[in-house]
């Protein structure tokens, strides 16, 4: 988490790295800062809050400069104060970094470096890097050198930014565990977490690599390994447009990713049909090889892995476990040559989920990655990647990925299901056509609600609400594990998910009239059963909202608030259900007047364990 960007080139560096911060702002929002070389001196300028609260005053600074760093922080050592804020300086204030990770050995270091006279100022772990390198610097023949030797001594996790005037027309940058994409100008350059930040600049991009160092000055990248060996480094183009990268008239760009899933679910069918149909291979993955799955992911992505689970056994016959990528590596799992397992991450950069791909990974495991970012860790660490198409999510709420995970994981149960003859290539094509229906039947939902607003007159009806119940059943179990998930992230409402049938073993205790009951009850071969679960909330006067289709009469009378969805495959359901809870959030979170967009205490890109 938190956001770094770095500038060097033509411009004013500190408009260009304003605008990066304010991109990156879903990475982490409790302070920022930025940092330029201004007529031989380091300028800082930091503060707590927001980019946008800060950014006025930011671009009012009275400076120019063609070279600079920004961050954007979310704290894990230190308070969120001004003092905490990055960049952080030297002793002799030449030199001025920004880092986004964790030095696990931060306390060594800084006692070694307080007996060796250097002062510091601030509470973070990341102060000691500076000062670190001001010390090697004593050693050294030149910054690069000294540069290297402190990054060597880091343990833990780091992107790192520096400029320094002891070579200013250089920014010098560090990766480990950390995501840092260089941009490619015309006589200009970036660095920057994620590509978004200079997207409006360019979209050629190089991926750093864990344990790689770069220089970066206007005309020229220099990559090196840590021995200072010089790295050839392939230039990526990144197809994503900048529109996707802003609000276009939404008021929160969660809005607008929940209405760009049409597009979204569309694109990723599309750009994934030519291995589907052997126009193009699937690289790295041999079908005989493995004999099981296991799924690893966090959060959103997991609950994408629930349902996968059934298409993978239910469909393609193979035995499938699912876990929370922060608990596989701790329950010793059982993996070896003839696992496949799949790690299904938006960002590709959740380290619990790298973290569980590399154990994987050690025990000869063959590794997937569903992944939405192109050149992130996730998918340069699996032997084969699928893209989703979503383009890049910003809400720290995490919409458009997951359909377009489920879309994708969907398409890759089809081939593994064609292949090992669990379906007929007939059977293959009636699924993709019912596939190929979605982005149209998500449409008709979408363009329903923005004439009727049918789930904000409800979300209005029920956003003071303390605590909300959310069921399902089957594959819209996970549904209902996601709509509560959404709730509680962006309106700090109480809410559980639970298998509607087992609501009476103990969640049944919390019906009363207060507590709205979200109830996913579609068409599908657990329909009659989730009516009965219906009944039993509507007997202790529970207020059910029902997500149901318009033909499903019995729930339509049962049920105190309708959402209509459109009717769809039963495993293909989930997609189109989770829309209006989303939306129900959404309206929520907004009505209750918070920032829907960057809730608190969250951050879009978990980088620590
Ligand atoms: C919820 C949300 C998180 C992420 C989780 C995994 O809305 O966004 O729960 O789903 O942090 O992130 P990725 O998919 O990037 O690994």
Redesign the pocket.
């Known amino acids: 988490m938190c956001g770094i960007v770095g500038y060097i080139g033509k411009d004013n560096a500190k408009d260009v790295i304003v605008d990066g911060l304010k991109r990156l702002e879903y990475r982490g929002y409790d302070s920022a800062g930025i940092a330029l070389i201004v007529d031989g001196e380091i300028f800082t300028y930091k503060k707590q809050g927001k980019i946008r609260n800060i950014e006025v005053e930011l671009r009012r600074v009275p400076v120019y400069s063609n070279v600079g760093i920004g961050h954007t922080r979310w704290a894990t050592h230190g308070k969120p104060n001004d003092v905490n804020a990055h960049p952080h300086l030297d002793c002799t204030k030449k030199i001025a970094l920004v880092h986004n990770g964790i030095v696990e050995n931060y306390a060594e270091l800084r006692r070694e470096l307080t007996e060796k006279g250097h002062t510091f100022t601030s509470q973070t772990d990341t102060e000691v890097i500076v000062h670190l390198i001001e010390e090697e610097l004593k050693h050294s023949s030149d910054f690069f050198t000294a540069f290297l030797s402190a990054v060597k001594r880091l343990q833990g996790s780091y992107a790192i930014a520096v400029i320094t005037l002891h070579q200013p027309d250089t920014v010098f940058v560090a990766r480990k565990d950390s995501p840092l994409v260089i941009g490619l100008g015309e006589g200009e350059n970036f660095v920057a977490s994620d590509v978004p930040a200079f997207l409006s600049y360019t979209n050629r991009v190089i991926f750093l690599d864990d344990f790689e160092i770069a220089t970066v000055t206007s005309s020229q990248v220099s990559v090196f390994d840590l021995n200072g060996e010089r790295v050839g480094k392939q230039t990526v183009t990144i197809p994503w447009s900048l529109s996707l990268a802003e609000k276009a008239g939404y008021k929160h760009f969660m809005l607008k990713e929940i209405n760009e899933q049409p597009r979204a679910v569309a694109d990723t069918i599309s750009g994934n049909l030519s291995w589907l149909r052997k126009e193009t291979e699937l690289e790295g993955i041999d079908l005989n090889s493995f004999n099981r799955i296991q799924i690893v ?6 609950h994408a892995g629930l349902i996968a689970k059934f298409y993978l056994e239910n469909i393609a016959k193979i035995p499938t476990e699912v876990d929370y990528a922060s608990e596989y590596r701790y329950r010793d799992p059982i993996v070896d040559e003839k696992t496949l397992v799949i790690s ?7 380290a619990d ?1 790298l973290a569980a791909m590399r154990l994987a990974k050690k025990e000869r495991a063959k590794l997937l990655t569903i992944c939405n970012v192109i050149g992130s860790t996730a998918t340069r660490e699996a032997d084969t990647v699928i893209y989703t198409y979503a383009g890049p999510e910003i809400s ?4 458009k ?2 359909t377009t995970q489920l879309t994708a994981l969907f398409l890759f149960t089809l081939y593994l299901s064609r292949e090992r003859g669990t379906l007929s290539s007939e059977e293959v094509e009636r699924y993709l056509r019912e596939l190929m229906e979605l982005p149209s039947k998500l449409e008709t939902f979408l363009n329903l609600e923005k004439e009727e607003g049918v789930v904000r007159k409800i979300a209005l009806e029920f956003y003071r609400a303390k605590d909300a119940l959310y069921l399902g059943r089957h594959v819209n179990y996970p549904i209902a594990l996601e709509g509560a ?2 709730l509680k ?1 962006i309106s700090y409402i109480h809410a559980e998910g639970y298998p509607a049938g087992e609501m009476k073993h103990g969640p049944i205790a919390l019906i009363d009239e207060n507590v709205p009951v979200v109830v996913v009850a579609t068409k599908g071969k657990v329909l009659e059963k989730v009516i009965s679960n219906i009944e039993e909330v509507k007997a202790r006067k529970g207020r059910v909202i029902a997500v149901t289709n318009p033909s499903v009469k019995k729930v339509g009378e049962l049920a105190d608030f309708i959402l209509q969805v459109p009717e769809v495959d039963e495993y293909l359901s989930p997609v189109v259900n989770v829309v209006p809870l989303q939306l129900f959030a959404y309206y929520i979170a907004d009505f209750l007047g918070y920032d829907v967009d960057q809730p608190r205490n969250l951050a ?3 980088t620590v364990e």
């Not at 992911?297 to 997991?302: F, I, K, N, R, V």
């Not at 720290?396 to 919409?399: D, L, R």
Request: glycine content about 8%; proline content about 0%.
């Open positions: 992911a966090c959060g959103t992505s997991y299904i991450t938006q960002s590709g950069e959740t989920t720290v709420a995490s919409t990925a997951f998930l959404k992230e879009k890109s978990v």
